[in-house]
Structures are given as C-alpha cells and as structure tokens.
C-alpha cells in the first residue's frame, strides 16, 4: 500500500494549490472536503442520516442544500458535530477504499482539519501549509463572497498554525509561489526516496 501523506493547513493558506502540484508530479491527491461533499450527495446512507438529523429541507430535488445546512450548522456547534459525526467516518472509508486502489509511491490527503479531526493520525507524514492570517484573509475574500466575520469564524475553528507546526513533518510558509514550488518539489523528492527504501 502506497505511504499517505496528509496535507493540512488553515483557510487561505493555499493547501488546494500545493495539492494541485503534487498532482502535476504524477502523485494521487484525495481531497476531502471534495469527496465530502461527492458523498453526500451520492451515498444513500449518509442522505438518510442527514435528513433524519437535519429534515428534509437538506435536500433538494435529491441535491444537498448547502445554504440551508450551512446555516443550521455554523450557527450550532452541536449541529455542526452531529453533522461532522456522519460524514467524516463516511469519508474515512471512502478514502481506504481509493489508497487501496492506487499504485503510486505515497498518496496526498488533502484536509484542513486533519489535526482536528483525529485524520493525521492514519498518515504516515503530515505536510502543513502556513501563511500570515492578514495574508489568508485576503486571498479569501478575493476568492470567495464571504464577509471578513464570516471567515474569520471559520478561522477560529481550525487549530492555530502555532499548534499545529510542532506536530508536522514538513512545514511550507506559502507566500511567494516560486518559492512554494522549489519546497514541494524537494519534499517530493524526499518522500519518493523513502517510499524506495520502504519498498513501496
């Protein structure tokens, strides 16, 4: 089995963007908020589940509706766990499923609460993307239609990059991209050279 290799890092810090790259190095990158919200969509369970939780006005015309979840959930921390509760286990199988399909040295798992959520713990490195918080909020109010509050709520629910840079194995200060990509490249460099001497 390929070495899983977590990839984590705060809103804004460019996490999605480092996975792009080691895509474009030939390595598979799962990206968890992605399949999340695949499986939530798809899987017939975990809809269930959800409506049995949330009502029916989670789904329309059988597609998740995010506003009115988003709504329920980030307004109520209980809501918001009780919804964490079903999915994430979901995308924990869902992600077994596909390592075991996938013949590359290692595999990126791209997640940006993988400290918080217990996820690091299955990885055998953990990557960690960092950048100043004035930096990560303005690339996200560039990015997206979110309100300075609203971003920095979602903030304040990821661990800080002081917390979480003592439990990485690589650390990226994402700022200049030029840079970003010499760093990935070594760290790749690195991981496939002890996947080799694993024998994977």
Partial sequence: MPRIIGLTGGIGSGKSKVALRFSALGIPCYIADDRAKDLMNTSADLKEAICKLFGSESY??????????????????????????LVHPAVAQDFIE????????YVIKEA???????????????ILITAPEAVRLKRVLARDN???????DRMSKQWSD??????ADYHIENMEWNDTIL??????QELIQISLSKGN
């Fill in 162 to 167: 002081e917390r979480k840079i003592p439990l």
């Fill in 183 to 188: 760093k990935i490249d070594a760290i790749h």
């Fill in 98 to 105: 596909w390592v075991a399909k996938q013949e590359a040295p």
């Fill in 146 to 152: 979110s309100s300075v509050q609203e971003i920095e």
């Fill in 112 to 126: 940006a609460i993988l400290f918080e959520n217990g996820g690091s713990k299955l990885c055998d490195s953990i």
């Fill in 60 to 85: 329309s015309g059988g597609v998740l509706n995010r506003p009115y979840i988003a709504n329920v959930v980030f307004k109520d921390a209980t809501a918001l766990a009780q919804l964490n509760a």
